[in-house]
């Protein structure tokens, strides 16, 4: 299975650095992705909507006796 994105690529070198993997499955991904251009992430990071401000509670009136 080749790898889908550069992101993907580092996670897995990380891996095999770490003994998580072993040399053949990350030489079998790297020999199946080839020369393919890959982008940086599969997916964009969301953009995140800023929260909307609370909006203060109406004060009850005062009666006048």
Same mark, same amino acid.
């Given at each position: ?33 080839? *020369?393919? $251009?890959?982008?940086? +992430?599969? =997916? /964009?990071?969301? %953009? &995140? *909507?800023? $929260?909307?401000?609370? +909006?203060? =509670? /109406?004060?009850? %009136? &005062? *009666?006048? $006796?």
């Amino acid at each position: 299975m080749p790898f889908k994105s550069k992101a993907q690529r580092r996670k897995f070198a990380e891996l095999l650095v770490n003994g998580k993997i072993s040399p053949e499955t990350y030489e079998e991904w790297n020999r199946e992705t080839g *020369r393919a $251009r890959l982008p940086e +992430r599969v =997916k /964009p990071a969301s %953009k &995140r *909507r800023p $929260r909307p401000k609370s +909006r203060p =509670k /109406p004060r009850a %009136k &005062r *009666r006048s $006796r």
